[in-house]
């Protein structure tokens, strides 16, 4: 994903990186590799609290480099979106390139999706984007 000069670092560990998009999204983008449930953990609790401080509503989770979720993962990461219901938020997931990581993101998707949480799926960043500015 090309990152911007405005776009902003807010957290960033061995999971990927949290960007600030001046047009008011949290960029969630995943590093390659095997991760640590702590650190998934703290990488997305990071997410939340960046939507949350900014009053933001929207995401774009780019997922291209990653590997697949774990069970324990997919499993902690449905519940932990899930609990988060409050208020609606939007995400634009770009898919991961691998094969076994895209299918476990797109189940993970499918069980995930509440009320509060609307999916759309993209191969790329700009499509997701272009989606994100549309809500």
Request: aromatic share 12%.
């Amino acid at each position: 994903m090309m990152v911007s000069r405005s776009t902003r670092i807010y957290f960033e560990n061995l999971v990927g990186k949290l960007l600030e998009h001046p047009d008011g999204y949290a960029i969630v983008q995943y590093n390659a590799g095997k991760r640590q449930l702590t650190d998934l953990q703290s990488f997305l609790t990071h997410a939340s609290q960046l939507l949350h401080s900014r009053s933001w509503h929207r995401m774009l989770a780019d997922q291209s480099a990653m590997s697949p979720f774990t069970e324990e993962e997919s499993a902690w990461v449905k519940e932990y979106w899930q609990a988060r219901s409050e208020r609606r938020i939007y995400g634009a997931i770009v898919l991961p390139k691998d094969v076994f990581a895209r299918l476990s993101v797109s189940t993970l998707v499918s069980e995930a999706e509440s009320a509060a949480l609307t999916y759309r799926v993209f191969d790329n960043t700009i499509d997701a984007a272009a989606w994100l500015q549309q809500v």
